[in-house]
């Protein structure tokens, strides 16, 4: 998964689906350092479910509804007396009479780094979904170290403040100042939570779940995953398989990939869709006349980003805006299509007259990182499994990579370079997902999604059995159930497993289908 996309919380028009980053196993052989905790325990009984609860208040001025609480998890789960840290929930409670009601709906919308809170009274107020609101809890929660959520990771504040080195290196002196600002990063974050770092990890933070699920005094869990979300579902359901009721997967991780070589199948989708938006920009031609064919738009799109090589656009609010916050805006583009008309008209003015407004507008709204969702991505994916420790290995795969996929190449090279140096070594390999005596989990997949491509939602189909995929054919955008407008050929599913149990009957890997959302229209 990559990177997060504007937060979707209640209040903000566009759906925002956050994104996690990827990997493949080691292929050098690691250095001696710390390894990834072991985590032990098999998570707390309903008997203890009063021990340590949640405490909520109101904490929305004028809507009682929205309630926000607090509670403390062990650092350590080999250790659960010892340190503790402390997680952030808010709940949107349930409105229909206690009889009818189903219990505590928990979500996790991705990154890892994208925080959960925000999110209950967003899907509480989602088209479609208002049975699913009276009758569930819902509650959102920030994972160890993300948002408000304590402590907080950071690794260096000021990251993301300056102008960042072209992603695509033209030397080997220019790749060096890449490589050591990745090296500067991995030892910062070791020098600021050294002692937290071996405990972020995908396993921490499913036991966290568990927790969480003990202190609202549930027997078991109904869980809503988006995205790296579906990763801590699949850990989650491997580790308590009895302690799954429902599950819902939308646009699911491939567990076998984690997490190199999951960012590697990234690049080849993420070229897809970008060409997709090239063709879609050059039949509005008349608008934007960037081009009357894909090969021509891309040569547009091509001579905006080097000419910010040389002429970044001034911002005197922030980073100024070279090739690589461009390439972090357009990014956007590839999870939803819904910002590709705001993405063109962007490069069209700019093209046309020199205009920045449009381009810092989107910069702002699209392509902003956030170092604490930075900071926790790599803490998470550079400690679950192992990485290459060699960055030859990593020149050379990206060099491949390049050849035939070159727009987000480098750019995810770099996203994740601090995992060559990083202090914690994770295990060899993924953990195998899969356990006996799971329910039935529905799943929602689009073929086209770029952060986590079709082929591997279905390995993670093939380990999950009980599974059920509804597949959304021709699907672009990642996320399908909360899109803006909604699909409600997905949502039906959605609600109609949530509310009941029932799933496609359909055999296969490929249980049910539903079309597409069309491609966005410029209003312009």
């Keep these: 998964m990559r990177r997060v996309l504007a937060a979707g919380a209640a209040g903000v028009a566009a759906v925002a689906i956050a994104v996690a980053g990827c990997t493949h196993g080691s292929q050098s052989s690691p250095k001696a350092g710390k390894s990834a905790a072991a985590t032990g325990g098999t998570g707390l009984g309903v008997a203890e479910a009063g021990q340590g609860g949640v405490r909520w208040h109101d904490c929305t001025p ?3 509804r929205l309630l926000c609480g607090s509670l403390q998890v062990p650092l350590d789960y080999a250790r659960p007396a010892g340190r503790k840290i402390t997680l952030a929930l808010q709940e949107v409670p349930a409105t229909a009479p206690a009889s009818k009601r189903l219990g505590v709906l928990l979500f996790n919308p991705g990154g890892p780094g994208a925080p959960g809170t925000g999110w209950p009274s967003y899907i509480a107020h989602y088209p479609g979904l208002g049975a699913v609101a009276a009758r569930y809890d819902i509650v959102g929660f920030d994972t160890r170290g993300v948002g408000a959520s304590r402590p907080e990771l950071t690794c260096d504040p000021s990251f993301f403040a300056r102008e960042r080195p072209n992603y695509i290196p033209a030397n080997a002196a220019a790749e060096q100042v890449l490589i050591d600002r990745a090296k500067m990063y991995a030892a910062d974050c070791e020098k600021r939570f050294g002692w937290l770092l071996p405990y972020m990890t995908t396993v921490n933070i499913a036991r966290d779940m568990d927790r969480i699920r003990a202190a609202l005094g549930q027997r078991q869990v ?3 995953g988006i995205s790296y979300g579906t990763y801590i579902g ?3 359901a491997t580790l308590f398989p009895h302690r799954v009721h429902r599950m819902v997967l939308d646009s699911t991780v491939d567990p076998a990939g984690a997490w190199y070589a999951d960012n590697i199948a990234q690049d080849y989708a993420f070229q897809g869709r970008l060409d997709a938006f090239f063709a879609w920009v050059a039949k509005y031609n008349s608008l934007y006349h960037m081009g009357t064919t894909a090969a021509q738009v891309k040569k547009s799109w091509y001579e905006v980003r080097n000419r910010l090589i040389t002429h970044p656009i001034l911002d005197p609010g922030g980073p100024n805006i070279g090739p690589s916050e461009y390439d972090d805006t357009f990014l956007q583009g590839g999870y939803l299509n819904s910002l590709w008309p705001a993405l063109a008209a962007a490069d069209a003015t700019y093209l046309r007259s020199g205009s920045t407004g449009d381009m810092l507008s989107d910069y702002r709204y699209f392509g902003v990182q ?8 790599n803490a998470v994916e550079c400690a679950d499994v192992a990485w290459p420790r060699s960055w030859a290995y990593w020149n050379s ?4 990579v390049y050849a035939k996929a070159p727009y987000l190449a480098w750019d995810n090279a770099w996203f994740n370079a601090a995992c060559a140096f990083w202090p914690v070594h ?7 997902i899969g356990a006996p005596g799971l329910p039935g989990i ?6 086209l999604d770029a952060a986590t491509p079709y082929a591997g939602a279905q ?3 093939r380990m999950l059995p009980t599974a059920r995929m509804v597949v959304v054919v021709g699907g672009g955008n990642h996320g399908q159930s909360l899109e803006d407008p909604p699909n409600t050929c997905v949502n039906g599913y959605l609600v109609r497993y949530l509310l009941t149990g029932a799933l496609p009957t359909r055999p296969g890997l490929v249980n049910a289908t539903c079309p597409a959302l069309p491609d966005p229209v410029p209003s312009g």
């Design 62 to 64: 004028g809507n009682a």
């Design 222 to 224: 109904n869980y809503f």
């Design 234 to 236: 699949q850990v989650y």
């Design 370 to 377: 956030n170092e604490n969702e930075f900071a926790v991505y």
């Design 397 to 400: 795969d990206t060099r491949k």
């Design 426 to 432: 994770g295990p060899a390999r993924p953990m195998r």
């Design 442 to 447: 529905l799943m929602l997949q689009g073929t």
């Design 459 to 461: 390995v993670a189909h």
